[in-house]
């Protein structure tokens, strides 16, 4: 079985730019969850998409953004990209319940804003 | 508020050492769960282990065992013979919401280094 995909695997952007990342869960699997890790504050939770809604949604500003397809693959958004959004965004996708907040992580976009 | 701590930032040990890393974890729910992940230097976060709130048996997977204790709200993991391959950041990870949610607070991470 194929794990959690994401792409790109890395990415350079300069201040004031806009990027989308995408991840494809495991087949299967309809819930996608993002994380933000950075060495300041670690891993750091975005939002989280089941069935194409958003459940839940971290301390993060307006500025990220994320949807989920009809075919559960999910892709977040960050527009008008500050230095401090260098970081690795990890996607992680699970099972409806009972095994539902068992994540299994992809590899991560590392992202770089010059 | 939840919050996960992993006092231990760092740790390096000598191959075939036993090692334990600490987590200690707050939360106002009384059904939450645990977890441990591994994140080797791919990236990826690999999953160990999760555990429920009402379960508090210690578990032992081969070399890997988890400690879990609620009366001093601690879930440590220790590695017994540590490999080289061991080498990675570990993070303790608390889901609360009774487990619905796929939000995860997770601690800082301890770096562990095996040297051969």
């Known amino acids: 079985k194929a794990g959690v995909t994401q792409t790109p695997r890395y990415l350079i952007k300069t201040r004031g730019q806009q990027v989308t990342l995408s991840c494809s869960p495991i087949s299967g699997h309809r819930s996608v969850s993002w994380y933000q890790q950075t060495p300041g504050q670690g891993l750091q939770f975005l939002f989280e998409y089941f069935s194409e809604t958003q459940r839940n949604k971290g301390n993060f500003p307006g500025r990220f953004s994320g949807r989920q397809f009809s075919n559960s693959r999910s892709e977040m958004n960050v527009s008008t990209l500050e230095l401090g959004d260098s970081a690795l965004y990890l996607c992680?996708?699970?099972?409806?319940?009972?095994?539902?907040?068992?994540?299994?992580f992809g590899p991560g976009t590392r992202l770089t804003v010059l | 508020a939840q919050k996960v701590t992993q006092a231990q930032t760092e740790i390096s040990v000598v191959e075939k050492e036993d090692v334990t890393l600490d987590c200690v974890y707050e939360?106002?729910?009384?059904?939450?769960?645990l977890f441990w992940y591994k994140q080797p230097p791919s990236g990826e976060l690999v999953f160990l282990i999760r555990?429920?709130?009402?379960?508090?048996q210690n578990e032992i997977s081969g070399r890997y065992s988890w400690n879990f204790q609620k009366s001093t709200s601690s879930f440590n993991f220790t590695i017994t013979a540590s490999q080289v391959v061991d080498s990675a950041v570990y993070f303790c990870?608390?889901?609360?919401?009774?487990?619905?949610?796929?939000?995860?607070?997770f601690g800082q991470g301890t770096t562990l280094q095996v040297k051969p």
């Open positions: 992680a996708s699970s099972l409806v319940p009972p095994t539902y907040n068992e994540q299994f």
């Open positions: 939360t106002r729910d009384t059904t939450y769960y």
């Open positions: 990870a608390l889901s609360e919401a009774g487990g619905n949610t796929g939000k995860l607070i």
């Open positions: 555990r429920n709130s009402f379960d508090e």
